[in-house]
């Protein structure tokens, strides 16, 4: 017994290591890191990969990159910007994504990469496709570099769009299970998958639509890019594919080589005007800190809009709109002095109505404070991601931008039969007090009757909202609403078109329509101040352990001062001292 409360308490006393010290520890070897990073070169070549996915948004948890967190569209713009004006940075190497980029943030890379090349510098990109399609984006992407290189054994692969969705309504009903689905209308789909074994006539039309309206977009800009007409475009892309050479002759790239050969082509343009130039890693890219001017907020929403109790986890990075937080986020950016206009960038595909609703309050309550509001839509914007931007002031979105689906959907999937033929189990009618409905949602058994029409109700009258939402905030008649809603998703391109967004563009431009509508001058210098602000990390580690974030950081500070290579050879030299002193008195004593 005696062993084994010795081994318990050595494998608590690890956890209470491991979870506690570790964190600390981590921080301050992060913190001697940072003040032990050699120069940067004088000139450099940035190289840039981007076929890792990208998230919209950098993450508020400063430990997210441990846990593998991605790199987040929005900082590898801000860089790309920094560059354009750092006299440092001659050029960018790009590796480019083959594996599905989203199209609305290729246009934005895309942008980027071209207003670098305004300013007088170059980029050259390589293509190194996985040998089964390419992805077309990913191509937009880089479509207008200095240099575009293909690998040539690995050809220029099939290049469109393909949407494959499976049906799970037969395989439900095999398993005695089944999915109820109110939906607001008929171009609602995203609960087809579990009710449907086919495409409705309005699915087919949806997403047919939305297909053709992305491919023409991308079309034009590789057109426009590679300096041939939309037909010579168009005729390339649907004869894909072909091999590298065939795509050198029809300028779609313009060279045909391995990575390292790209690589050193590009530091070879660098190093014809500074010899000592060299590649250096994007996210090693340290740009110069410019801090004045005046401040515009940008409040950061991406992933499913949702309510309820934010994670804490110590290395979680995970993608939702939280309803607390980017509420709060937005009215501290209205009571913030310095700010003078609000860039509300939304990457969402929606979620909860109340969740929606409650962000939208803080919004309009932001206005009322007299601050204006730009929306910039991301990826995607839809749904609850588009009723939490109806009120803003402008919105700005990618012609590529998936936005719209003015709707609203709901049900549960029901398995109680499921669990009485396989697992011979048995849930009888519940015991239930108060109001007949509330069990309503039980997954056991289907609505009945009243359930039903209880459930529709309230979906008609969430739908009805949303479109009065819309309405309002739009300047258009409930008509003319429902003429584009019925849960319809558009692209940018088409959204501009119907009065859902004001203007195309990127991040970029919503900043650039920020500055109109505060009376920031063009060329003005301005602060960029993101919400929620990325917490302090011993803030991180009191909310997940509940220690304070004083006594983390007196044990951080002490660790990165006792791990400071001046204090490593004082200690040693006292240590030495020491011993010799030990040795000293130990020959007096003999």
Do not use: C
């Amino acid at each position: 017994m005696k062993q084994f409360l010795i081994t318990v308490a050595g494998v608590l006393t690890g956890l209470v290591l491991f979870l506690f010290i570790g964190p600390i520890i981590l921080i301050s070897m992060l913190m001697s890191s940072v003040n032990s990073r050699p120069p940067q070169p004088q000139h450099m070549v940035l190289s840039l990969d981007l076929r890792e996915p990208m998230t919209d948004q950098r993450p508020s948890n400063p430990f997210a990159a441990f846990g593998g967190g991605s790199e987040a569209l929005l900082d590898v713009l801000a860089r790309i910007e920094a560059a354009r004006t750092d006299n440092s940075v001659d050029g960018i190497y790009v590796r480019a994504s083959t594996q599905g980029m989203p199209a609305a943030q290729a246009e934005e890379i895309r942008s980027a990469l071209q207003a670098f090349q305004r300013s007088g510098k170059f980029v050259v990109a390589h293509i190194q496709n996985d040998g089964v399609r390419m992805s077309m984006p990913g191509y937009m992407a880089v479509a207008d570099a200095d240099e575009v290189w293909l690998q040539g054994a690995s050809e220029f692969m099939p290049m469109g769009l393909s949407a494959e969705v499976t049906f799970f309504a037969g395989t439900l009903q095999r398993y005695h299970m089944q999915a109820q689905f109110e939906t607001r209308e008929e171009y609602k789909t995203a609960a087809a998958t579990m009710t449907d074994r086919d495409f409705t006539p309005a699915h087919r039309e949806e997403l047919t639509s939305l297909m053709t309206s992305l491919y023409d977009v991308m079309l034009a800009n590789i057109a426009a890019d590679r300096g041939i007409n939309a037909q010579q475009a168009r005729a390339a892309i649907e004869a894909t594919p072909f091999t590298g050479q065939r795509a050198v002759e029809l300028k779609l790239v313009d060279k045909l080589g391995r990575p390292e050969e790209a690589e050193r082509a590009a530091l070879a343009r660098a190093q014809q005007t500074h010899r000592g130039a060299e590649v250096v890693d994007f996210a090693e890219y340290r740009p110069p800190q410019r801090n004045s001017g005046p401040v515009i907020a940008v409040v950061q929403g991406e992933g499913a809009i949702v309510s309820g109790p934010e994670s804490h986890e110590l290395f979680g990075d995970e993608q939702a709109m939280n309803s607390d937080r980017v509420a709060q986020a937005l009215l501290d950016a209205s009571e913030d002095e310095d700010v003078r206009v609000i860039v509300f960038r939304v990457s969402s595909p929606g979620g909860s109505v109340v969740a929606s609703d409650q962000i939208l309050a803080a919004l309009r309550t932001a206005q009322e404070r007299g601050k204006k509001i730009v929306v910039s839509m991301g990826e995607v914007a839809a749904s609850g991601g588009y009723y939490v931007s109806a009120y803003a002031d402008e919105i700005v979105a990618e012609p590529t931008t998936i936005t719209g689906s003015i709707g609203v959907l709901g049900g549960k999937l029901v398995i109680g039969s499921a669990m009485d033929y396989y697992l011979s189990s048995n849930t009888p009618d519940p015991i239930t007090v108060g109001s007949p409905l509330v069990n309503m949602f039980s997954s056991d058994r289907p609505f009945n009757q009243a359930e039903r029409a209880a459930f529709a109700g309230f979906i008609d009258r969430a739908y009805q909202d949303f479109m009065g939402i819309v309405a309002e905030g739009r300047g258009l008649t409930r008509e003319q609403v429902h003429e584009i809603a019925r849960g319809r998703v558009w692209t940018g391109q088409q959204a501009l078109e119907r009065h859902l967004v004001d203007h195309l563009g990127g991040f970029s431009v919503a900043v650039a329509r920020a500055r109109a509508l505060a009376g920031i001058g063009e060329n003005e210098r301005v602060q960029l101040k993101f919400y929620p602000a990325e917490e302090n990390p011993f803030e991180a580690i009191e909310k997940m352990f509940g220690v304070s974030s004083e006594s983390a950081q007196s044990l951080a500070r002490l660790n990165a001062f006792m791990s400071d290579p001046r204090v490593a050879r004082a200690m040693a030299a006292l240590r030495e001292e020491d011993a010799n002193v030990r040795a000293e008195s130990h020959v007096e004593v003999r």
